[in-house]
């Protein structure tokens, strides 16, 4: 058991861009969350999925936002169109069933220029 | 809404002593979990302890206890014997409808 590991740990883009990044759970987690930190202040929830299926979605997660879990593994979130106020550590957590501790990953910082 | 406040930005303490971290929360629901989250710089957030509010004996990890007040709504966390490993960033966090809800975080730095 590695934990849950991210990629990239670091981003910087232009504005306009698309980037991608990956989360890679914990083997047996069949959920996993993806969180959004702003410097200074505590993380705030995305959207989360139940094996493949993405269960729940934030109002922060507009259009340009985009996250999959094929096959319930792995999960992949895509910003289009990146604007400067995506800048922020996006965090991807798992857990195995409902109220069990989630454990996060060590982040991927987006800095959009 | 469910909302989580840490009214304390920044706290310090000497190593050795305690220090107490405060939380109020705010929800609708009688049954839920609540959490200390431990961010060192730079370093990846761990679970520092967890109460579930149907629970009334508070919980303890080691050096950790929390003084859960279910009425008041109140979640405070304590470390005793305070170890310089222990300055981190730490949120607290409210489970509701299958996320976590967090708190704006408390930065404890450790004096040696």
């Known amino acids: 058991d590695t934990g849950v590991s991210q990629d990239p740990r670091h981003k910087i883009t232009k504005r306009g861009q698309n980037v991608t990044f990956r989360c890679d759970p914990i083997?047996?987690?069949?959920?996993l969350y993806w969180y959004r930190q702003t410097l200074g202040q505590g993380p705030e929830f995305l959207t989360y999925?139940?094996?493949?299926?993405?269960?729940?979605k934030s109002r922060l997660l507009s259009d340009r936002f985009s996250a999959e879990r094929p096959k319930g593994s792995f999960s992949t979130l895509e910003i289009q169109r990146t604007e400067q106020g995506d800048s922020a550590m996006y965090l991807c957590a798992s857990s195995f069933g409902l109220v069990d501790e989630q454990y996060f990953g060590p982040g991927t910082r987006l800095t959009v220029t | 809404a469910q909302t989580v406040t840490q009214s304390q930005p920044e706290m310090s303490v000497q190593e050795a002593e305690t220090v107490t971290l405060s939380c109020t929360y705010d929800?609708?629901?009688?049954?839920?979990?609540l959490f200390w989250y431990k961010q060192p710089p730079s370093r990846q957030m761990i679970l520092v302890i967890r109460q579930e509010a149907y629970k009334q004996q508070n919980a303890t990890e080691n050096r950790f206890s929390v003084n859960f007040q279910k009425a008041a709504k109140s979640f405070s966390l304590k470390i005793s014997d305070s170890q310089l490993g222990d300055a981190a960033m730490y949120f607290c966090a409210l489970e509701y409808g299958n996320k976590l809800v967090f708190g704006a975080g408390t930065i404890l730095r450790v004096k040696s």
């Open positions: 929800t609708s629901e009688s049954d839920y979990y």
């Open positions: 083997s047996e987690h069949n959920r």
């Open positions: 999925f139940q094996n493949e299926a993405q269960l729940e």
